[in-house]
């Protein structure tokens, strides 16, 4: 069974950094391109970043540009988001998600951790 | 940047069918995916590259895309339908995911 936990979340002033990890299990993670996606409470879905299956390419959403790194390590079958400078409108609900094929659907999700930023 | 236009929201009697639409700019070059989300749940995968269904999706769930417009039928709509849809594409020219503004889809 295909499993993504993403933890890590939680309270942060703003200006600061937060290192979200998501596990990944039932699959060849090094084999699969991976994303991070948020949600701000009450609003839609919003795409944060993209790693292919060897890390060797990333894009990045505007919004986190210079300020988020995605990485991953396909040894430990996880996949993180280190986020710095931290604003309010960071706060949301982050998932990670597994793309499927080539056209970019996204066919499995976590369950998502939440960021906090607020003082 | 490409933008992906749904409206807020679609209301349908149960056993009717639903139909969300999914604006966007040549649209029908691009492969769409459909996502339901439910209050407090991660998003579920119900239609990919246009028209299919990833296993275990009803086939009351499908999709078209052509033009400017991609569509998400909801045939037989049950009160579990009811949900956040939202769209997605690749836009190749950005190198970005990119979502819909989203629907919300009310079973009277």
């Known amino acids: 069974e295909v499993q993504l936990v993403e933890s890590g979340g939680g309270l942060v002033q703003p200006g600061g950094s937060l290192r979200l990890s998501c596990a990944a299990s039932?699959?060849?993670?090094?084999?699969?391109?991976m994303n991070w996606v948020r949600q701000a409470p009450g609003k839609g879905l919003e795409w944060v970043s993209y790693?292919?299956?060897?890390?060797?390419?990333?894009?990045?959403a505007d919004s986190v540009k210079g300020r988020f790194t995605i990485s991953r390590d396909n040894a430990k079958n996880s996949l993180y988001l280190q986020m710095n400078s931290l604003r309010a409108e960071d706060t949301a609900v982050y998932y990670c998600?597994?793309?499927f094929g080539d056209g970019g659907s996204l066919d499995y999700w976590g369950q998502g951790t939440l960021v906090t930023v607020s003082s | 940047s490409y933008v992906l236009t749904q409206p807020p929201s679609v209301s349908v009697a149960p056993g009717q069918t639903a139909r969300i639409t999914c604006g966007g700019n040549?649209?029908?070059?691009?492969?769409v995916h459909w996502y339901q989300q439910k209050p407090g749940q991660a998003p579920v995968l119900v239609v990919y590259?246009?028209?299919d269904r990833p296993s275990g999706i009803p086939e009351r769930f499908s999709g078209s895309n052509s033009g400017n417009t991609a569509t998400l039928t909801i045939s037989r709509v049950e009160a579990g339908d009811e949900a956040d849809y939202y769209c997605q594409v690749w836009d190749s020219s950005s190198d970005h995911y990119v979502f819909g503004t989203g629907t919300k889809v009310t079973v009277l």
């Open positions: 998600a597994r793309v």
């Open positions: 790693i292919s299956s060897s890390g060797s390419t990333i894009y990045y």
């Open positions: 039932g699959f060849t993670f090094s084999s699969y391109e």
């Open positions: 590259d246009d028209s």
């Open positions: 040549n649209i029908g070059s691009k492969s």
